[in-house]
């Protein structure tokens, strides 16, 4: 399988995809074409590494990493992802928990998988090429902690986080912080979008890109958008087998990465009905499907801040799939929520059925009870992002509890955190990185 850009850069091979990122011109790579799949195609298959494997192999047609689809599907879906019932509607609404990973965000299944993806890649290239990778990220929060996670500890690679020091959750700023060893921390005096541009000046500059073979792994890379596909596949064929029906997605979205995924397992055939798409003020989406007028702004800063995104980088791929709007507004729909909803939502779903949410997840349950009564019949499932405790400053107050810490997030606050405090300019990024030490090749 090719892989085409965006903006009409001529098709690449997957490997090449994965390790660019983005196409030279700046376009987001896209399948040069879809297989077509029927739920009899998954017959007998049930957990996420067979579902992956089968509704992947495709995808790594003719790539260097076709013989290790199975092994990376193993690799990266190693924790559990539950649709669990709500006791509503019947048992016909229920809750896919994306957050069971690491660190605890959705944002685990890409990165494991493209980091899986890539080990193998670079143990593949010439002996010449054996100087690490440099993965370099900015991040609002989740995207750093996932990456990290993913690639610690991996022979050939080192990872430089970006983030806006003091506008992350303390536990988010802890996560960021708490690897050593292959992982630099940057504690960038400045906002996200200080750290997406100091980023996009590194890779920009040649003499640091060679110097340190400086590598993305963000949210566009298609490496993180093909794992996503997979947990949208499985509840599909989970729902389907259940209630004899396909179900229908509401789905927490910010630069539309997560949903994409549910919007590629429905074209390729596996039984996804609607996708609903909940935002939080950030409109762009919402106000763009109402009218049609594409008009990415500034983000504005919300509880769920993994979601602000002013100008979500996925939307090219949308619109590259559904390039006639008519078409496209049958395809998805969007409601955006407000912090004061989120706040209700969180306090109310506490109260009257003990459940609790994140600030983003919340939004999801939110948009769904707007639905219109007859709507809400048909199977839905709410699309749980990250776990409440990763966001305790918010949900606590709300609920008047503690949120129980999952295991794998209590041991990554257990550990001594390291940062480096950087002003936002590039000499500092080179600085920091010329003072580094770490990971070398180990
Ligand atoms: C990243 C993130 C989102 C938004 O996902 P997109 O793919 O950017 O739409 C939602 N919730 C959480 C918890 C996240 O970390």
Redesign the pocket.
């Given at each position: 399988m090719n892989y085409l850009g965006t903006r009409g850069e001529p098709p690449v091979g997957l490997e090449q995809a994965l390790l660019a990122g983005l196409a030279p011109d700046g376009g987001l790579y896209m399948p040069e074409t879809l297989p077509a799949f029927g739920p009899e195609d998954f017959d007998g298959l049930d957990t996420l590494p067979d579902v992956g494997k089968r509704l992947l192999t495709q995808f790594f047609a003719d790539s260097a990493l076709a013989p290790e689809l199975a092994a990376i599907c193993g690799e990266a879906f190693d924790f559990p992802v539950p649709c669990v019932s709500l006791d509503a509607n019947g048992g016909r609404l229920s809750v896919l928990e994306l957050f069971h990973g690491p660190t605890a965000?959705?944002?685990d299944v890409g990165a494991r998988f493209l980091a899986a993806c890539m080990q193998r890649l670079s143990s593949a290239a010439p002996a010449a090429e054996h100087r690490p990778l440099t993965i370099m990220v900015a991040t609002s929060?989740?995207?750093g902690g996932a990456v990290a996670a993913a690639f610690h500890g991996r022979p050939g690679f080192r990872v430089v986080i970006l983030y806006p020091d003091g506008q992350v959750s303390p536990r988010q700023a802890h996560q960021l912080s708490c690897w050593g060893d292959n992982v630099l921390t940057l504690a960038v005096d400045g906002a996200f979008d200080d750290c997406q541009a100091l980023v996009k000046q590194a890779f920009g500059h040649a003499g640091l890109r060679t110097a340190h073979r400086l590598c993305s792994a963000n949210?566009i890379n298609i490496g993180r958008l093909l794992p996503q596909m997979v947990y949208y596949a499985a509840a599909g064929l989970w729902t389907l087998r259940a209630h004899g029906e396909p179900a229908s997605f509401v789905i927490?979205?910010?630069?539309?990465?997560?949903?994409l995924g549910a919007i590629l397992a429905r074209e390729v055939g596996l039984p996804v009905a609607r996708v609903h798409l909940a935002t939080n003020e950030n409109r762009t989406i919402p106000d763009f499907l109402r009218d049609g007028e594409y008009t990415p702004r500034a983000s504005v800063a919300t509880l769920?801040s993994?979601?602000d995104?002013g100008a979500?980088s996925?939307m090219e791929r949308l619109r590259a799939l559904y390039p006639d709007f008519d078409h496209l507004r049958t395809q998805v729909t969007a409601d955006s929520v407000s912090d004061d909803a989120i706040r209700e939502q969180i306090r109310r779903d506490h109260a009257r059925r003990g459940q609790v949410w994140?600030p983003?997840t919340a939004t999801a349950a939110c948009a769904w009870e707007r639905l219109p009564i007859a709507e809400r019949e048909r199977p839905w499932v709410l699309v749980a992002?990250?776990h409440p405790a990763k966001f305790e400053s918010v949900v606590e107050p709300l609920i008047g509890e503690t949120v129980d810490v999952p295991p794998a997030l209590a041991a990554l606050l257990d550990r001594p955190a390291h940062r480096t405090r950087i002003g936002a300019d590039l000499d500092a990024v080179a600085e920091a990185l010329a003072h580094w030490s770490g990971g070398g090749d180990a």
């Amino acid at each position: 399988m090719n892989y085409l850009g965006t903006r009409g850069e001529p098709p690449v091979g997957l490997e090449q995809a994965l390790l660019a990122g983005l196409a030279p011109d700046g376009g987001l790579y896209m399948p040069e074409t879809l297989p077509a799949f029927g739920p009899e195609d998954f017959d007998g298959l049930d957990t996420l590494p067979d579902v992956g494997k089968r509704l992947l192999t495709q995808f790594f047609a003719d790539s260097a990493l076709a013989p290790e689809l199975a092994a990376i599907c193993g690799e990266a879906f190693d924790f559990p992802v539950p649709c669990v019932s709500l006791d509503a509607n019947g048992g016909r609404l229920s809750v896919l928990e994306l957050f069971h990973g690491p660190t605890a965000a959705f944002k685990d299944v890409g990165a494991r998988f493209l980091a899986a993806c890539m080990q193998r890649l670079s143990s593949a290239a010439p002996a010449a090429e054996h100087r690490p990778l440099t993965i370099m990220v900015a991040t609002s929060g989740d995207t750093g902690g996932a990456v990290a996670a993913a690639f610690h500890g991996r022979p050939g690679f080192r990872v430089v986080i970006l983030y806006p020091d003091g506008q992350v959750s303390p536990r988010q700023a802890h996560q960021l912080s708490c690897w050593g060893d292959n992982v630099l921390t940057l504690a960038v005096d400045g906002a996200f979008d200080d750290c997406q541009a100091l980023v996009k000046q590194a890779f920009g500059h040649a003499g640091l890109r060679t110097a340190h073979r400086l590598c993305s792994a963000n949210s566009i890379n298609i490496g993180r958008l093909l794992p996503q596909m997979v947990y949208y596949a499985a509840a599909g064929l989970w729902t389907l087998r259940a209630h004899g029906e396909p179900a229908s997605f509401v789905i927490p979205a910010g630069n539309l990465g997560n949903a994409l995924g549910a919007i590629l397992a429905r074209e390729v055939g596996l039984p996804v009905a609607r996708v609903h798409l909940a935002t939080n003020e950030n409109r762009t989406i919402p106000d763009f499907l109402r009218d049609g007028e594409y008009t990415p702004r500034a983000s504005v800063a919300t509880l769920a801040s993994a979601m602000d995104v002013g100008a979500p980088s996925n939307m090219e791929r949308l619109r590259a799939l559904y390039p006639d709007f008519d078409h496209l507004r049958t395809q998805v729909t969007a409601d955006s929520v407000s912090d004061d909803a989120i706040r209700e939502q969180i306090r109310r779903d506490h109260a009257r059925r003990g459940q609790v949410w994140c600030p983003h997840t919340a939004t999801a349950a939110c948009a769904w009870e707007r639905l219109p009564i007859a709507e809400r019949e048909r199977p839905w499932v709410l699309v749980a992002t990250a776990h409440p405790a990763k966001f305790e400053s918010v949900v606590e107050p709300l609920i008047g509890e503690t949120v129980d810490v999952p295991p794998a997030l209590a041991a990554l606050l257990d550990r001594p955190a390291h940062r480096t405090r950087i002003g936002a300019d590039l000499d500092a990024v080179a600085e920091a990185l010329a003072h580094w030490s770490g990971g070398g090749d180990a």
